[in-house]
T-cell receptor
Framework: AQSVSQHNHHVILSEAASLELGCNYS??????LFWYVQYPGQHLQLLLK??????LVKGIKGFEAEFIKSKFSFNLRKPSVQWSDTAEYFC?????????????FGTGTKLQVIP | DSGVTQTPKHLITATGQRVTLRCSPR?????VYWYQQSLDQGLQFLIQ???????AKGNILERFSAQQFPDLHSELNLSSLELGDSALYFC????????????FGPGTRLTVL
């Protein structure tokens, strides 16, 4: 069965620090990868997605992620975080299995940015 | 605003009861997904419907069921509720049946007392 691991459960950074959140998945076939963000009190929003092509994907608000197939990873990065980036970040993987698509989310990483 | 609506926003009920959560997808979206978000288990995929038919099943309990109606809105039915069912239930929608971007609703917070 596929799984998604986000090893950092809680990250605290100062403003202007660089961010990298890890996401690893276990599935040997073709995957589609997503990062979602949930700001306090709000619903999940899409940050960026990877389906195919350039493995370096740029998303909204200055976020980017790199798909490294050999490492089964899709880490999220931002060069300089802001206080407004305080939120919970979820990595998600969609695969096909038996004619169905299966969606798996990671457990999330809470990011706290200190002004 | 994602265009996905969910009602009610909050629901408080007692153990053993049954509740129905409702989701209206974005205009033009044919797929509806249901998720459960709890503190201990994170975000869990429950079930997907595409154009009225069940498309994918995740970690959905037998006490839970869902359906998608001809107007494409969906309902998630939770029965014989237990304290552990307290969670935030999200609905998402996408255009197609496969690997599309999903747009999430604001969620329904269920509290079982």
């Amino acid at each position: 069965a596929q799984s998604v691991s986000q090893h950092n459960h809680h990250v605290i950074l100062s403003e202007a620090a660089s961010l990298e959140l890890g996401c690893n998945y276990s599935y040997g076939g073709t995957v589609n990868l997503f990062w979602y963000v949930q700001y306090p009190g709000q619903h999940l929003q899409l940050l960026l997605k990877y389906f195919s092509g350039d493995p370096l994907v740029k998303g909204i608000k200055g976020f980017e992620a790199e798909f490294i197939k050999s490492k089964f990873s899709f880490n999220l990065r931002k060069p300089s975080v802001q206080w407004s980036d305080t939120a919970e970040y979820f990595c998600a993987v969609i695969v096909y299995s038996g004619g169905y698509q299966k969606v798996t989310f990671g457990t999330g990483t809470k990011l706290q940015v200190i002004p | 605003d994602s265009g996905v609506t969910q009602t009610p926003k909050h629901l408080i009920t007692a153990t053993g009861q049954r509740v129905t959560l409702r989701c209206s997808p974005r205009s033009g979206d044919l797929s509806v997904y249901w998720y459960q978000q709890s503190l201990d288990q994170g975000l869990q995929f429950l079930i997907q419907y595409y154009n009225g038919e069940e498309r994918a099943k995740g970690n959905i309990l037998e006490r839970f069921s869902a359906q998608q109606f001809p107007d494409l809105h969906s309902e998630l039915n939770l029965s014989s509720l237990e304290l552990g069912d307290s969670a935030l239930y999200f609905c998402a929608s996408s255009v197609g049946r496969n690997t599309d971007t999903q747009y999430f609703g604001p969620g329904t917070r269920l509290t079982v007392l």
